[in-house]
Nanobody
């Protein structure tokens, strides 16, 4: 069984910072792209940032310059450093990873349980 376990959410005031972590555990052979998604109250889940194993990253326009995604391939962990947080960043953040459980098989999508981030004005 593959699991993604998230940590690091919480409550902060606008302008504050939080760091999210997501670690993959279980039996697998490779971890491909990893990403963070944001789901605001009453809205659809949206991509915030993604990173591939080489370190190449991609960001939503709304977080460019404020959020930084990184990963530790040895620990199968992805991080999201969130600075200058705004009230509109409030919501649940989900970790996503594409993981292959056997050599020669395709990657499947796995999701974390979500972690709540609340930013007050």
């Amino acid at each position: 069984q593959v699991q993604l376990v998230e940590s690091g959410g919480g409550k902060v005031q606008a302008g504050g910072s939080l760091r999210l972590s997501c670690a993959a555990s279980g039996r697998f052979v490779s971890v491909g792209p990893m990403a963070w998604y944001h789901q605001a109250p009453g809205k659809q889940r949206e991509l915030v940032a993604s990173i591939i194993s080489t370190g190449s990253t991609n960001y939503a326009d709304s977080v460019k310059g404020r959020f930084t995604i990184s990963r530790d391939n040895a620990k199968n962990t992805v991080y999201l450093q969130m600075n200058d947080l705004k009230p509109e960043d409030t919501g649940v953040y989900y970790c996503n990873a594409r993981i292959s459980v056997r050599w020669g098989t395709r990657w499947d999508d796995y999701w974390g349980q979500g972690t709540q981030v609340t930013v007050s004005s």
